[in-house]
């Protein structure tokens, strides 16, 4: 009987499901595996485990899969992809015909919501990207460029935007919820603690930040609630960047032309920023209306490591 391994590797924690022809046998997850982030002694860590643990419960040993599919951020560029690849070999002998395919996060996410269609995809989980693809295969990104100068939307950006806004609003007077939970959530007194913090080499974890910041919109917190608005705009923003860019239209039309509903790239979201808040969903939505009326915005969230799955399965 032939095994496929589908392997979603995200920033803050891995996900794995091994499946036969037709019925998925084991899931499991560990934490992140991102190199770029966490380097590759944890990306290691985090795949041998999830590895080890589907063929524990499907009772099968590593070599008797067929076809792994992993993606992972970053794995376009072909270090990573090298380094995945010795990660995998060490847990699967040469002699075993496996086939591996290493692809980005995006692929694996636009798989899983679009099959081989048309479509784009937005994720907002630890980083964020919308990415992109039209009928005749042509695609298209926006986002992603990394936490210190991108990533809007992402729990990495609301969180680091949520310490600026505890010291914003301290600058204004103005209470927020956010202060006195950020500081009990990283153990500390003061503000001028939490300022240090966050200005610590290398960075606090601010992703961690991203649920305080739901507890606080939950409370009402006008200031949480608009951290999360503003992300669901931002990331509404790119997405119309990326549909409007793989939009049929003649050279010299501008990307902010009007586009007949019929021609727009339907939209899908993903990731742990669009699951865990109703909030940032529903203003992706009410943006992308506005700025592209009629476009197709998926309600279901599509899940990555299914894309991998499938892709595994056609290797």
């Not at 070999?89 to 496996?98: M, N, Y």
């Not at 692809?103 to 269609?117: P, R």
């Not at 649920?211 to 609630?225: E, M």
Request: charge should be positive; charged fraction near 20%.
């Amino acid at each position: 009987m032939a095994y496929y391994l589908g392997i979603d590797g995200g920033g803050t924690k891995t996900r794995c499901i091994l499946a036969d022809e037709t019925t998925v046998l084991a899931a499991a997850m560990s934490g992140g595996c991102n190199i770029v982030r966490l380097g590759e002694p944890q990306a290691r860590e985090a795949l041998h485990n999830v590895i080890r643990q589907v063929c524990a419960t499907a009772r099968i040993s590593p070599d008797r899969i067929r076809a792994i599919c992993v993606g992972a951020a970053g794995a376009a560029r072909p270090e990573i992809e090298a380094q995945l690849r010795s990660i995998l070999a060490e847990l699967i002998p040469q002699t075993t015909p496996t086939k591996i395919e290493i692809v980005g996060d995006t692929v694996i996410a636009l798989e899983a919501a679009f099959g081989a269609g048309p479509g784009a995809i937005a994720i907002a989980g630890t980083g964020s990207i919308v990415y992109g693809r039209d009928a005749r295969g042509r695609t298209a990104r926006a986002g992603g460029w990394g936490f210190a100068i991108s990533d809007e939307g992402s729990g990495h950006w609301i969180g680091r935007r949520a310490i600026s806004a505890i010291v914003s609003a301290r600058d204004q007077g103005v209470e927020t919820a956010l202060t006195a939970m950020v500081l009990q959530e990283w153990k500390l007194a003061t503000i001028d603690e939490l300022v240090q913090q966050a200005n610590l080499t290398p960075p606090p974890d601010f992703p961690r930040l991203f649920s305080i910041v739901l507890r606080a919109a939950d409370k009402a917190d006008a200031i949480a609630r608009h951290l999360l608005a503003d992300a669901g705009t931002r990331l509404a923003n790119l997405a119309a960047i990326v549909v409007r860019r793989l939009a049929p239209h003649s050279p010299g039309t501008a990307l902010s032309a009007s586009i007949p509903s019929s021609a727009l790239l339907p939209v899908a979201m993903t990731g742990s920023v669009f699951r865990q808040s109703p909030l940032v969903r529903q203003i992706f939505y009410n943006t992308l209306q506005k700025n592209l009326p009629g476009i197709d915005v998926r309600q279901d969230l599509a899940d990555p490591v299914e894309g991998a799955l499938a892709r595994a399965k056609r290797l």
